[in-house]
């Protein structure tokens, strides 16, 4: 094993160590809250981080014993037999799919983690104002989107191996979106239709479409920028995890405040100490000069 691969076996580690410990956590808050833990949204999004999560070991299990079973085969039976890589494989690819959607769920609740600040709090509540219109955008755009991508199915399908199935065909478009086409294949493939399904792909998709999204989002941060400007800041993230971190060691401003005022009047005392000192020193320099 190369020392990547230690790397990563020490990472899925400590991913399960935080696992095991984020279960005891939620498993006492289920035993606290018992039926009513089930009417949060974010506890099912904790939930199916943590089935998604056992979900991929189980995978990397059973890929590591696919893989171990094939070789032994391979071993035994190279010269008689074909041996297919076929489980190992939709296994694997099973597993980057599941990976792939317990991350987006953990960056929703990273969002949700960072609401407390002003900038993520104003983020979230644009989703919230927008909800609706955006709700509304997506029907539409799915509609002239699949309407699109069964044009180019049909028409460039035979030709083109960027639009030989609909799932390919959906991926091509969504290219398109980002600025990814190839003109002259598509007016290979067609001369009139092709460039014609371009042109009108782009200036719909491109030029309407994403123009209404953000004038969607532009008008609900307008009418959010207005609430949030009033809204106090109370953390800041680093802030908040470095108070943290100095509560767990015993440094908290708390502390430091108190050491500082201690310090303080320590100097105030030595002050008037020495004050009451040079006073006796002059009445007994004036006692002495009466004598």
Known sequence: MSSAGYLVLV???AYLI??????????KEIKQLKWKYLRQFWNWVELI???????????????????????????????SRFISFGGPATV?????VVSAITCWFGYIKLMYMLRFNKKMSSFANVLKVAAQDITNFLIMFTV????????????????VSGYKSFVTTSTTLMAMLLGQWDF?????????????FLFTYIISANLILLNVFLSIICEACDQVNGEVAQQENDFEVVDFMVGQVKMLIGTSRLTQNASKKMEEDDEEDKEEAEKKKKELDIDSIMCATAR
């Open 144 to 159: 002239v989107f699949v309407a699109f991508a069964q044009f180019a199915y049909l028409v460039l399908g035979s030709v």
């Open 49 to 79: 981080i943590i089935s998604l999560s056992w979900t991929s070991f189980g995978l990397i299990v059973s890929y590591l014993v696919g893989v171990e079973v094939t070789m032994n085969q391979i071993k035994e039976f190279s010269d």
């Open 92 to 96: 694997n690819e099973t597993y980057r």
């Open 184 to 196: 002259y294949e598509v007016e290979e493939a067609d001369r009139f239709l092709g460039p014609g």
């Open 18 to 27: 935080f696992l095991i410990y984020y279960m005891w956590v939620e498993a």
């Open 11 to 13: 990472c899925q580690l």
